[in-house]
């Protein structure tokens, strides 16, 4: 079982930064292959980053994402981070991690969830 909860979402002026964390519960967070997702109203929720299990040299980024977030985690603190520069409006939604056993970019195969944290990117 593993909980997990974000913070650090706000308003922010375009071109501007935010860093997500998500802080987990749990002895076997190191276990766990870690991701964010967005939803945007209207939207459905999308993939925005990964970071693979134990040392976590191995990252993916949407092509929204790419060259403007960083995925990082700290196993010793059950924490996992998001580091989002350069933000658009179009980064506007509620920013969830989640925590998976598979290497997948897909929302249905992460079996725990945050209750998500808004990004608010005005123009």
């Known amino acids: 079982q593993v909980q997990l909860v974000e913070s650090g979402g706000g308003l922010v002026q375009a071109g501007g930064s935010l860093r997500l964390s998500c802080a987990a519960s749990?002895?076997?967070?190191?276990?766990?292959?870690m991701g964010w997702f967005r939803q945007a109203p209207g939207k459905e929720r999308e993939f925005v980053a990964n970071?693979?299990?134990?040392?976590?040299?191995?990252?993916r980024y949407a092509e929204p994402a790419k060259g403007r977030f960083t995925i990082s985690r700290d196993n010793a603190k059950n924490t996992v981070s998001l580091q989002m520069n350069s933000l658009k409006p179009e980064d506007t939604a509620v920013y969830y991690c989640?925590?998976?056993?598979?290497?997948?970019?897909?929302?249905?195969?992460?079996?725990?969830w945050g209750q998500g944290t808004q990004v608010t990117v005005s123009s």
């Open positions: 749990g002895r076997t967070f190191s276990s766990y292959a």
């Open positions: 989640a925590a998976t056993r598979s290497w997948t970019t897909i929302a249905s195969e992460y079996g725990y």
């Open positions: 970071i693979i299990w134990n040392s976590g040299t191995t990252t």
